[in-house]
């Protein structure tokens, strides 16, 4: 289990004056440059495919006999 809060809700995203700003839950505010974000968006998008299949394989395992 994580010991960070587990949000279920998308951050706001938004181009202002050349950045990109990221308002998140829980007063979460970033502002990063274009390549910042560029890369922080592949590098969110892998762990997110990652931990969809994560999710998905936990639903396959078959039951187990305690």
Sequence with gaps: M?????????SEVAAEKGEVVVDGPDGVAVSLTP?????TS???????????????MKKQDPPRAD
Excluded: C, N, T, Y
């Design 2 to 10: 994580s010991k960070h809060p587990l949000f279920d809700e998308p």
């Design 35 to 39: 390549e910042a974000a560029v890369e």
């Design 42 to 56: 592949d590098r969110l998008l892998d762990q997110a495919a990652q931990a969809a299949g994560q999710r998905f």
